[in-house]
């Protein structure tokens, strides 16, 4: 995993995905927004120890990271839904407004994510080969569709 230094995260806008000291098969929860300010957030809501993934996408001052960051955080939680992943504790869908506003732009939202499986359990993680896809698009019938590389969580046997 890449380590992040203190001057990497400050200021910094991105996606975060959190799992907790008690999350076995889905991830605790799935945020976007400044780092720091976030994750301090929620030090007190989670069980400890919690570990995770975080995508920087730019400085606050970027209205486009911004942008990128809500995007990326509802199509992970629309395919963490899809796979039986949802967070508990994400009450919300995410903000789709700027995910919208992108579709009825261009048609269609195409996200790729590389590095490490923001899904997977960071302590059994191992590095991606290659990127993963979210794709958004409309499909025949006029409804809007979701397609990405994911598979539905396996259930673990008692």
Do not use: C
Request: charged content about 25%; glycine content about 8%.
């Amino acid at each position: 995993m890449t380590d992040l230094v203190l001057p990497d995260v400050v200021n910094a806008i991105g996606v975060y995905v959190i799992w907790d000291g008690q999350a076995r098969a889905r991830p605790t929860y799935i945020g976007e927004g400044l780092i720091l300010k976030r994750l301090a957030s929620h030090a007190t809501r989670f069980a400890k120890p919690f570990d995770g993934y975080i995508a920087i996408l730019g400085e606050s001052s970027s209205a486009g990271a911004k942008m990128e960051a809500e995007t990326i955080e509802a199509m992970l939680l629309a395919v963490a839904e899809d796979t039986d992943r949802l967070p508990p504790q994400n009450a919300a869908p995410g903000k789709t407004r700027r995910l919208d506003q992108l579709f009825r732009s261009h048609g269609v939202v195409r996200i790729s994510i590389s590095g490490y499986d923001p899904l997977a359990i960071p302590r059994q993680s191992r590095a991606l080969p290659g990127p993963k896809w979210i794709r958004l698009e409309e499909l025949g019938d006029g409804r809007i569709g979701i397609d990405h590389e994911w598979r539905l969580r396996r259930l673990q046997q008692r």
